[in-house]
Nanobody, 114 residues
């Protein structure tokens, strides 16, 4: 079992930055594919970014060039650096670990004001 806890969300003005953290416990995540998703009010949860074990990353078109995901295996933590934030980035952000199963965190709220 992997337990994930997201943090770092908050209220920021458009154009600002936030860094989300996803701290894992229970298992080391170095062998897990990690991903970020988000869910805005009234919308489906959508893919944001993925970080494979080997370090390859992929991003949704809507965040490409603005968001960067990385991991620190020593801290068993994954990060999502979000720059040039837009009001449409407002959502609850979740991290997910994929290995023998899929494990989700509880989410952290990001609100971007115009």
């Amino acid at each position: 079992q992997v337990q994930l806890v997201e943090s770092g969300g908050g209220l920021v003005q458009a154009g600002g930055s936030l860094r989300l953290s996803c701290a894992a416990s229970g298992r080391t995540i170095s062998s897990y594919t990690m991903a970020w998703f988000r869910q805005a009010p009234g919308k489906e949860r959508e893919f944001v970014a993925r970080l494979w074990v080997g370090g390859t990353t992929s991003y949704a078109d809507s965040v490409k060039g603005r968001f960067t995901t990385s991991r620190d295996n020593a801290k068993n933590t994954v990060y999502l650096q979000m720059n040039s934030l837009k009001p449409e980035d407002t959502a609850v952000y979740y991290c997910r670990a994929s290995g023998t199963g899929n494990y989700w965190g509880q989410g952290t709220q990001v609100t971007v004001s115009s």
